[in-house]
């Protein structure tokens, strides 16, 4: 049996690296938070072959003391923290003091500063954590970081790279989360020579719009949320931005990129009635926080952190991104991204022109779901061919965001004019919406309005059907449903939540007790609750094919302008588009 023995100190360090170099970008997010903690306003990175051959960082900041190279390359060695209560109280980035030991473990490192009052600079050369001695050399007043040849003395690790352009995107990745971080700051990225990115110092719109581009801005959703201890701002994207991956989710606390649980969850969950199938939000968030109450001291690489009180600061940013995604239609456009490039002859051909039938007005959307009607003189009486009263100034200047229905598509879709141009609204996936929040406001009141049916629905239903419903009176109760066993084969639905009454009963009788079948009735009015309310609101929601009178249309799209997150129906889906008079002035090519 072999005996213990004390390992080489190099081989120490190499097996410390394993936890900090992962790969270049781990060198490079080192080397650039040293820049940032160095106090930096303008930080230049240059990287050849995806960062295995070569990271160099340069900044303007405090620089270091010739006399204190060495230090900066011995473990456990920081000018950052000297107590356990320095600890606690963290606020640099880096603190721990041994990632350049760790990197020039495992790499040739040369580190050359000029402290801002020095006359004069010094290079310490480091290879394989051998140390030499400073010398003197020339530089501006800042530091300049270079790390050649990584992992040239452990080739197994080395041959655990990916390709160049794959280690470079990971480098990037790291330039684009400090570059976020810190939009005062300006900084700069090459790749073998060329210019990939340069940013100017900027304010935090301008920055964010620059890492996450323009089409996240436009979909921005600004956050500004404070309570005592805890402050979040930065942007979200709206349901209608979204992605397939995770790749634009940045979140930032106390200025430390993070991918923290607690945080991610609390943001999936305020995203859960908006979000589309598996796509995934976009975000870019700074969390303050007090720093006794977060400890960053849980793994070398600094990335997860741990919250003393994870529940509170959940249900703070739960509750801040709710309120930013609960804008209604109203305040939440959705752009129509027009063809690019013209139509050809054969396009054109396609086309065939004719008359929009103005709907007809029945019996509908007010009187079965409860809308509020429109007065019809707000409503734009549109004859086919005949402009509407009023000059066009005056039509803008009165007009609600979604403006005023003047058709229905094939029974699907309201085509409306606002004063940007044609708005068309998925008039089911929208009514969806207004149903389910009026649901969940009714029942988080206990105060769900309830319509007796003038002849009850009577539907087949087997034994279990009927024992459920004799086993949950009052929760069913509760969702505004009066169900009583006909026969131990029958069932009659005698009331149901009124905006639920012009909706197919009986499929909706169904779906609810297989729901409190499944989960019972205290899981039903809780974790379950937001689902079955959904499926409710789906089966209450106007149907398409139904035919809207011009009155009814409109009382649809004010209360999409009422209702939070009407820009989305309860699967995330979009509810309405919005085409400028610039849109359609291109697909008819005028002015072309």
């Known amino acids: 049996m072999p005996s213990i023995r004390v390992l080489s100190e190099t081989l120490i360090s190499q097996i410390a690296a394993g936890e900090v170099v992962e790969r270049p970008a781990s060198v490079l997010k080192e080397l650039i938070e040293n820049s940032l903690d160095a106090g930096a306003a303008e930080v230049a990175v240059s990287l050849d072959a995806g960062g295995v051959k070569r990271i160099r960082v340069t900044d303007n900041g405090r620089g270091i003391d010739a006399e204190d190279l060495p230090l900066a390359f011995a473990r456990h060695a920081t000018s950052k923290i000297t107590t356990l209560d320095d600890l606690e109280r963290v606020r640099t980035l880096g603190f721990r003091g041994e990632a350049l ?55 197994a ?5 990916r390709t160049e352009a794959t280690e470079f995107s990971h480098c990037e990745d790291v330039f684009s989360r400090a570059a976020l971080s810190r939009p005062d700051t300006v900084f700069s990225l090459r790749h073998n020579g060329r210019l990939i990115s340069r940013l100017p110092a900027a304010d935090l719109t301008q920055r964010t719009e ?33 992605r397939s991956s995770r790749d634009a989710q940045y979140l930032f606390v106390n200025g430390r990129f993070v991918r923290d649980k607690v945080l991610l969850h609390a943001l999936r969950e305020a995203y859960r009635d908006v979000l589309h199938g598996d796509r995934h939000p976009a975000f870019a968030l700074f969390l303050e926080i007090d720093p006794t109450a977060v400890d960053v001291n849980v793994h070398p ?4 952190i741990r919250f003393r009180d994870a529940r509170a600061v959940h249900r703070f940013v739960y509750h801040a991104a709710s309120k930013a995604l609960a804008a209604s239609a109203a305040h939440a456009p959705v752009a129509y991204a027009a063809p ?162 012009g909706g197919n009963i009986a499929e909706l009788a169904r779906s609810l007790l297989a729901d409190l079948r499944e989960f019972g009735a205290s899981g039903v009015l809780t974790e379950r609750r937001d689902e079955l309310l959904a499926t409710m609101a789906c089966h209450g929601a106007v149907r398409a094919r139904r035919a809207l009178g011009l009155a009814e249309m409109n009382a649809v799209l004010r209360d999409m302008e009422r209702t939070e997150r009407s820009g989305q129906c309860n699967h995330g889906r979009p509810t309405w588009f919005q085409m400028s008079l610039a849109d359609l002035d291109r697909l008819f090519m005028r002015g072309q």
């Not at 690790?157 to 790279?161: N, P, Y």
């Not at 309570?227 to 931005?241: D, M, N």
């Not at 509760?478 to 639920?500: I, K, N």
């Open 301 to 304: 690489a600094k990335i997860e």
């Open 210 to 242: 620059a890492i996450l581009g323009a089409e996240f801005a436009i979909a921005a959703r600004p956050v500004g949320e404070q309570v005592e201890g805890l402050a979040l701002s930065g942007f979200l994207a709206s349901p209608s931005f979204t």
């Open 101 to 155: 030991a760790s990197i020039a473990s495992v790499a040739r490192v040369a580190l050359t500063s000029r402290p801002r009052d020095a006359r004069h600079a010094a290079v310490l050369r480091v290879e394989a954590a051998q140390t030499g001695k400073p010398q003197p050399a020339a530089h501006a007043a800042g530091t300049t970081a270079e790390v050649d040849d990584l992992y040239f003395n452990t080739p």
């Open 340 to 501: 690019t490039g013209t139509l050809g002859q054969g396009d054109v051909a396609q086309v065939k022109q004719g008359s929009l039938g103005i709907a007809q007005p029945t019996a509908g959307y007010e009187a079965v779901f409860g809308a509020s009607r429109v007065p019809e003189h707000t409503a734009m009486r549109m004859e086919v061919g005949a402009p509407p009263h009023g000059g066009p100034n005056d039509i803008e200047s009165e007009m609600p965001p979604l403006g005023y229905a003047l058709a229905q598509l094939h029974g699907v879709y309201i085509l409306a004019q606002n004063a940007r141009g044609l708005v068309l609204v998925d008039m089911h996936a929208a009514h969806e919406r207004i149903v389910y929040e009026r649901l969940k406001s009714a029942l988080d009141a206990n105060s769900v309005a309830t319509q007796e049916l003038l002849i009850p629905v009577t539907f087949s239903a087997g034994r279990i059907d009927v024992a459920t419903v004799e086993e949950n009176q009052e929760a069913l109760r509760v969702l505004g449903f009066d169900l009583a066993p006909l026969s131990p084969t029958a069932l009659a639905v005698r009331a149901v939540p009124a905006e639920l009454a």
């Open 157 to 161: 690790r080395r041959k655990f790279l």
